[in-house]
């Protein structure tokens, strides 16, 4: 198996098998991401992606049954070979059940719907977006390189395609200064995808990231653990997505939090308020990237 570099993955992808397709990010300018910063980005040549999962069902075989397919921005390969690398990964894990990628909002967009149900009847099951946030000054400022209107078309569009759409937010993106703004925004986003999962992550920043400065500097307040339940519960209060599964148990949350909207909504943030009036939050030194 070859890696290149630090190899990321979702949560739910902690006991997948991971093959990159691409090394890096091909957008890679997001102010508050280090993630690909080290890499030069590559789309992998095909043989030495299916060798790496020759030698993969050579080691473990029967045993795998998820796999992702890393890194940044998998989708960006052209949907020719994604079907070539589909097919071969469904004919060589007989107890395979899904097949997932990160996407960005470009390469969804790049793609005809043709060719997305083409990934999705080669065994795409699930596409991960970064959404990161709905306020569009907060995209701005963060260099994501997408409007808003664009994230909201690419998540429908997974969606009439018949893939599974994995959303992406960061609390405390828009530090204290948008807090509000941020929260909603991103509210009536889902909202508006109605997105079949959506993940929270908690702003964390590496000081390398260009952002950095930013926070030195005072410009970008982070928040605090009650100023983030703040913000989640602005985000329950307004959001309107029923039957997506929502999960903020990421290793950088001050607070683990699980559901589906709408029906666990009143219980969600009965539980925030409870965790406010304990003071109950994950610790520092526990939190992770």
Not at 51 to 65: S, T, V
Not at 181 to 192: F, P, T, Y
Not at 249 to 258: C, F, G, R, T
Request: hydrophobic fraction near 40%; charge should be negative.
């Amino acid at each position: 198996m070859q890696y290149e570099g630090t190899v990321y993955r979702p949560p739910s992808e902690a006991r997948s098998l991971i093959v990159q397709v691409t090394v890096g990010c091909a957008h890679n300018t997001c102010t508050f991401c280090t993630m690909y910063k080290d890499k030069k980005f590559k789309i992998r040549p095909l043989a030495d992606i299916l060798a790496d999962f020759d030698e993969a069902a050579m080691l473990y075989g029967g045993h795998i049954r998820r796999i992702f397919l890393a890194d940044g921005d998998a989708l960006i390969v052209k949907t020719e070979m994604l079907i070539q690398i589909l097919t071969y990964i469904w004919e060589k894990f007989p107890n395979l059940e899904r097949v997932t990628a990160y996407g960005t909002t470009q390469d969804i967009l790049h793609k005809s719907e043709e060719e997305l149900m083409q990934l999705k009847a080669a065994g795409l099951d699930m596409v991960y977006m970064g959404i990161e946030s709905g306020d569009p000054q907060v995209l701005k400022d963060v260099k994501k390189g997408v409007t808003r209107e664009e994230m909201i078309e690419a998540g429908r569009k997974l969606k009439r395609c018949g893939i599974l759409c994995s959303a992406t937010l960061i609390s405390g993106l828009g530090g204290r200064q948008r807090l509000r703004e941020h929260a909603v925004a991103s509210a009536s986003l889902i909202s508006a995808i109605k997105p079949d999962y959506v993940g929270f992550l908690t702003l964390m920043i590496d000081p390398q990231a260009p952002v950095y400065s930013k926070i030195v500097s005072g410009e970008l307040e982070l928040l605090n653990p009650e100023d983030v339940v703040e913000e989640m519960k602005l985000f329950l209060q307004n959001v309107d997505s029923e039957g997506t599964v929502f999960r903020s148990n990421h290793a950088s949350n001050y607070v683990i939090l699980k559901g589906t909207l709408n029906e666990d909504i009143p219980s969600m943030l009965a539980y925030l308020r409870q965790v406010e009036e304990q003071g109950k939050y994950r610790e520092e030194r526990w939190r992770r990237f």
